[in-house]
């Protein structure tokens, strides 16, 4: 509680919300499904161009939401020469949960 009484907000929800904002508005400009993953490094890299956000915040609470089901992850996996590589996604779904 801050002086005046009132209850002061978590930190960490102004990055939740920029997070699923930044996806939400991926989800809404996509012209398929499969454009509607971002990437991590991506999803990390947005988040430090807009809001200074560093890397380990954005790893956190992307851990929570995952979490708390706010958003999946969806590992697409490509072969090359042989080699199995794993390329992991977010995509958003808790648009549907979150009040407008």
Do not use: C
């Not at 996509?30 to 956000?53: E, F, N, P, Y």
């Not at 490509?78 to 549907?96: A, E």
Request: proline content about 4%; cysteine-free; glycine content about 8%.
């Amino acid at each position: 509680m801050d002086p005046k009484g009132s209850v002061l907000p978590n930190p960490n929800d102004v990055v939740r919300d920029a997070l699923l904002r930044y996806l939400y508005e991926v989800h809404q400009n996509a012209r398929s499904v499969k454009a509607t993953a971002v990437g991590i490094r991506d999803l990390q890299g947005a988040m430090k161009s807009l809001h200074g956000m560093k890397q380990q915040i954005v790893s956190s609470n992307l851990d929570y939401l995952f979490q708390k089901g706010w958003i999946s992850e969806v590992v697409e996996e490509r072969t090359r020469d042989d080699t199995v590589i794993g390329k992991d996604h977010v995509q958003d779904f808790g648009h549907r949960h979150r009040p407008a």
